[in-house]
């Protein structure tokens, strides 16, 4: 799950009813400006990772000298999303503004097949095609 901003909050409930089923191996990208001015939810996030319900990459765009952002986490993150998209059947939801963040997350999820899966551009981005039938590669975004 990637939810920058007020993005993470359809991911709030999602995880809650994933957790409660059972549902143990979950990952969330979050990012936002600053840590300590907009890093909503983070006493319920921290919670989770500490009771095993919550793997979870920040991206905190302005607390350092160089921007980064969402997709940056995700491409850091290659081995651990190939794992989940092609052997473990994972789900990969992005949500929120619908400015330049879907398209760099995608860009970044593309980046990761090619690389960890030696696919070509075009293969990459017919995998992600192929995962969006499936409805395991979707978006939610708002402006």
């Known amino acids: 799950m990637v939810g920058p901003g007020t993005g993470v909050a359809p991911f709030r409930a999602a995880l809650q009813e994933r957790i409660t089923q059972g549902g143990t191996e979950n990952v969330l990208f979050f990012g936002c ?21 919550l ?11 160089e921007k980064v952002y969402v997709q940056h986490r995700v491409r850091e993150q290659a081995e651990l999303l190939w794992e989940l998209l092609t052997h ?18 995608s860009e970044a999820v593309s980046a990761v097949l090619q690389s960890q899966g030696g696919l070509g551009a075009m293969q990459a981005e017919e995998l ?16």
Not at 55 to 65: E, P, V, Y
Not at 89 to 105: D, E
Not at 128 to 143: N, V
């Open 33 to 53: 400006r600053s840590q300590a001015a907009d890093f909503y939810c983070r006493s319920e996030w921290e919670e989770l990772q500490r009771s095993g319900g």
């Open 55 to 65: 793997t979870l990459f920040t991206a905190f765009s302005r607390d350092q000298g």
């Open 88 to 105: 473990r059947n994972a789900h990969f939801y992005i949500a929120g503004n619908a400015k330049q963040m879907p398209a760099a997350v």
């Open 128 to 143: 992600l095609q192929e995962l969006e039938r499936q409805g395991r590669f979707q978006t939610e975004t708002w402006s």
